[in-house]
């Protein structure tokens, strides 16, 4: 396995930020020679990246025959739109390493929890933007505009609004007194900016979540199917904020965040990914 941290460096990168990979080996004896890689954000409100939504869920999605890679991306003081320029520069790199590592490259799904559940959908919803792309430095090489499209969009109890259902612990370490603070609350509430070049789209959430409401989720499934684009969405009537993979595997060191009849989305997102990419 390439097991390997790749530093990123955009504008407003903090020390830390990198990609790390979690790569299959390629072997002539197996049948599977590209395989799909789920590239994950873990959540943290974005004043951190968490441990319990990282290699934990990387090892997996491995486990399930994909390439798996965490963002730990630059959260607060870091601003909007340092995160999302270290997702793009993070999307650039895998894709330019397809051949290399054997991905198939036009198969990379966006995987996110919580705030960064908010980085991928805002990822899915702004890749094909001018801004971001020139941002990005990808505008001249990538004529065809393939180089930064998502294939897939993988969303665990999401942040999406900025609206009466805000997570707004969120929303302040994201833009904190940037000047045009307004302005980027009403652009980054994802429920209005869902488009057709959108992905298809996965999404789970627990009806109890007091964190994160579940109006988040259905706001962004209400858009999405105004938009156009494909979407599961899966509702658990029990459990809370921060589930990861919701069993002992990623509970808390105080003994929280397993809820048994919540375990089984990784089992319903493994059909969703088999029947996006199926294995050839």
């Known amino acids: 396995m390439l097991h390997e941290t790749f530093p990123l460096r955009v504008e407003g990168s903090l020390p830390g930020a990198c990609l790390v990979t979690y790569i299959q ?15 994950l954000c ?20 491995l486990a399930m025959g994909y390439h798996a890679a965490v963002l730990r991306y630059s959260c607060a003081p870091a601003r909007f739109p340092t995160a999302l320029l270290e997702l793009a520069a993070s999307v650039v790199l895998i894709r330019e390493h397809a051949k ?29 933007r ?5 941002k990005a430095g ?17 969303l665990c109890y999401p942040v999406i609004t900025s609206g009466e259902f805000a997570h707004r612990g969120s929303f302040e370490n994201l833009i904190g007194d940037l000047p045009d603070r307004a302005e980027l609350l009403e652009r980054l509430s994802l429920e209005r900016q869902a488009c057709g070049d959108m992905p298809p789209t996965f999404v789970w959430h627990t009806y109890q979540d007091q964190a994160v409401p579940v109006e988040n989720s259905l706001l962004l499934m209400e858009a999405l199917r105004r ?7 899966h509702m658990y009537p029990r459990g809370s904020h ?7 595997l990623t509970r808390t060191s105080d ?3 397993v809820q048994p009849e919540c375990a089984g989305w990784i089992g319903l997102a493994q059909t969703w990914l088999q029947n996006l990419f199926p294995f050839d």
């Open 242 to 248: 921060g589930l990861a993979l919701a069993t002992v």
């Open 130 to 134: 001018d801004w971001l792309r020139e």
């Open 42 to 61: 873990p959540g943290g409100g974005y004043g951190r990246t968490s441990d319990r939504e990282a290699e934990p869920m990387a090892l997996q999605f």
């Open 100 to 128: 290399q590592w054997h991905v198939a490259a036009d198969r990379l799904v966006i995987q996110g929890c919580s705030a960064g559940g908010h980085l991928a959908a805002c990822y899915a919803m702004f890749w094909n």
């Open 255 to 257: 003994g929280r965040c």
């Open 138 to 154: 990808v505008t001249e090489r990538d004529p065809e505009r393939r180089i930064l499209r998502p294939g897939g969009l993988l």
């Open 25 to 39: 080996e390629y072997s002539v004896d197996l049948a599977v020679r590209e395989r799909p890689l789920v590239l």
């Open 227 to 233: 938009a156009g684009v494909s979407g599961e969405f």
